[in-house]
C-alpha cells in the first residue's frame, strides 16, 4: 500500500512538473520563437550603389514600422526586393550591403515589430500580413516593375517570405537557411513536451511550399545546428518550384548573409531572372 501511495505521489508530482514546464514554454514562446534586437546594427546604413533613404510605414493596423529604401541611381522601373530577416536580426546591414546584394534593384528591407526602430510586439500572423503590406507597398513605387518583384528571407524569415509568395504574385524567392516548420523544430528540442498544443507561432512553410510557383532559390548553411539539414530537405521536396538548392561553404547559420560567396550567389540568381547584367 505504502509502495502504491509512493508510485503514485512520483507520477503526481511528474505529471506537476510536465505540466508546468509546458505551461513555462507557452508563456515563454515570445521569447523562444522570436529574440527581438533593437540596437541597429550599423548606425549610418548606406548602400554603395542605391540612393538609401530611411522610411517609416504603417501597418493595416496603424503599427509604425521602420527600415530603409534603396534605390538604384539610374533611372527605372527597377526590379525590386522585399528581405525579411531571421529570429534575432535588426536589418540595418542589408541597407549598407545592398550593393553587392541586390545590384541594380530596388530593396526595401524593414524591421519586424519589436525590432529595430519598429513599434508593436512580433507575432507569426503580424509578420506575415505586414509582409504582404511591404511586398504591395514596393509595387505600387513607380519606379518599380510590379511584375519584377522578389522576395528573400532568411531563416526566420524564409517563413514569412514563403507565406507572401503563396499570397502575392511574387517573380522570384530566395530562401537562406530555411526550415520545414517552426514547429518540427520545437517538437524536436522539446521532445517530451506536448509543443503542438501550446505553440502559437508555427510558421509552418511545409504546408504552403507546394503552392509556390516562383522559382526558389535554396541556399543552405555548411554548418547549421539551429537549422538541421534535415528540416530543409523536407521543405525542399515540397516547394513547387525549385530553381537550385546549395551549400554555402564555410558558412554557418549566423554567418551565412555576410560571406561574399552568398551575396555573390543571390545577386547572380536575382539578376539572371530579373534580366538584369550579371555583377
Partial sequence: ???????AGVAGLASVLWLGLAAAIAASQRHLVFNPNVRREVHRPRSSGHRTRPIVLRAKDGTKLSGWLM????????????????????????????????????????NYRGYGDSHGDPAEQHMV???????????????????????????????????????????????????DSILAIAKRRFRTMPIQYVLQHRFESVKYAPSLTAPTYVLRAAFDDIVPHSHTDLLVAKLGRLHADEIVPESDHLNIPYLATTQARIAEFLSAQFGLPQP
Fill in 1 to 7: 500500500m505504502n509502495n502504491s501511495k509512493k508510485v
Fill in 71 to 110: 534605390t538604384p541611381s539610374v533611372v527605372g522601373p527597377h526590379p525590386g526586393v522585399v528581405y525579411f530577416g531571421g529570429r534575432s536580426e535588426e536589418v540595418s546591414w542589408v541597407a549598407r550591403d545592398a550593393g553587392k546584394l541586390f545590384p541594380g534593384m530596388a530593396v526595401l528591407a524593414v
Fill in 129 to 179: 500580413a505586414d509582409g504582404r503590406m511591404l511586398f504591395d507597398w514596393l509595387c505600387e513605387r513607380g519606379h518599380v516593375d510590379p511584375k519584377r518583384v522578389a522576395v528573400v528571407g532568411r531563416s526566420l524569415g524564409s517563413g514569412v517570405a514563403v507565406q507572401v509568395a503563396m499570397e502575392r504574385a511574387v517573380h522570384s524567392v530566395v530562401l537562406i537557411t530555411p526550415y
